[in-house]
């Protein structure tokens, strides 16, 4: 079976991550926030301005290259959030897929509040807050990772279609 895609646009990614930042804000105030770097860093922009926060840390794990997985490496640890087990702070990624990455940070950070945009059920069970749930087969085509352009419609592209 071939895998379906989801385009999430600017506007949408905009409208989630502020959806998020309205479930979190009863949550703080939050010492900071550690962005899970690179799909964590525009969702964590955006909750950080609705919740007024000024501290933003970044973990950098690096698990995909395009659509391919491999084996999650923390490359760079959020320091200031290290000190406390993140507690107080506020974890923020674009997506939890599998839970790979998710487990990986909070094991370095396992009081930190873990909030993402987007879960995949087998993700799920490791966020604290999320707003959109998706199909394990699906894969989110964030607006970073696009371009503008033609696609056929659905109806098209199945088999035998006309």
């Not at 998710?102 to 873990?114: E, I």
Request: proline fraction near 7%; charged fraction near 25%.
């Amino acid at each position: 079976m071939a895998p379906r895609y989801y385009t999430v646009t600017w506007d949408q990614l905009h409208r989630d991550a502020k959806a998020l930042a309205w479930r979190l804000v009863e949550r703080g105030p939050w010492k900071g926030m550690v962005a899970i770097t690179r799909g964590g860093l525009i969702p964590a922009a955006i909750i950080a301005r609705e919740l007024d926060c000024r501290l933003i840390e970044t973990v950098s794990v690096v698990t995909y290259d395009e659509e391919q997985r491999g084996d999650p490496r923390v490359v760079k640890p959020a320091a200031a959030a290290l000190e406390s087990g993140g507690e107080g702070w506020l974890l923020v990624d674009d997506l939890v897929d599998t839970g790979t990455t998710a487990r990986l940070v909070r094991a370095l950070l396992p009081k930190a509040h873990f909030a993402t945009v987007y879960a995949k059920p087998n993700g799920k069970p490791t966020v604290d807050t999320f707003i959109t749930e998706v199909s394990q087969d699906t894969w989110i085509l964030f607006p970073w990772d696009t371009e503008p352009q033609f696609i056929a419609p659905i109806a098209k592209g199945r088999a035998g279609a006309k």
